[in-house]
């Protein structure tokens, strides 16, 4: 874990399980950490259960990526104020119940949209992020 110390990583669904997790682990491994997340107020949870310390490295960013103006914004905020992303985790995923068969059409829209675009969308701005600094980034892939 040395090598990503003090370098910026982007967390998507951060604000609870998997991701809130990843994210606090990273902060404790001395990375600088931007969470992102729809819920803002669980991000502010997140940062509150941080020591003072480590809370220092924790940016918590409203995203929807299923959203592109969102994701851009994000990002374009985390390049100006970091200078860019070294570490991407693609985590946020949305799950909804039933058969692909029988479910409306506008769920199945939003979990592809969430699923799959907002991989998309992220990993694309990241990645250029990478290849302007000719960074040795890595992307660990979606893990919901």
């Not at 924790?58 to 994000?74: E, F, G, K, P, Y």
Request: charged share 20%.
């Amino acid at each position: 874990m040395e090598r990503w110390h003090n370098c910026v990583a982007v967390v998507t669904g951060a604000s609870s399980g998997i991701g809130a997790e990843i994210a606090r682990k990273l902060v404790s491994a001395g990375v600088m950490v931007v969470a992102l997340a729809r819920r803002l107020d669980r991000l502010e949870q997140l940062r509150e259960k941080l020591p003072e310390d480590p809370r220092s490295r924790l940016r918590i960013m409203q995203c929807d990526v299923s959203d592109v103006s969102s994701v851009n914004a994000v990002f374009d905020a985390v390049l100006g104020d970091l200078g860019g992303v070294d570490i991407l985790i693609n985590n946020a995923g949305k799950l909804s119940g039933g058969q692909l068969l029988t479910m409306s059409v506008d769920t199945v829209q939003q979990v592809l949209q969430t699923n799959v675009m907002g991989v998309v969308y992220c990993t694309q701005r990241a990645f250029e992020s990478m290849r302007q600094r000719q960074s040795m980034g890595h992307n660990l892939g979606q893990t919901a």
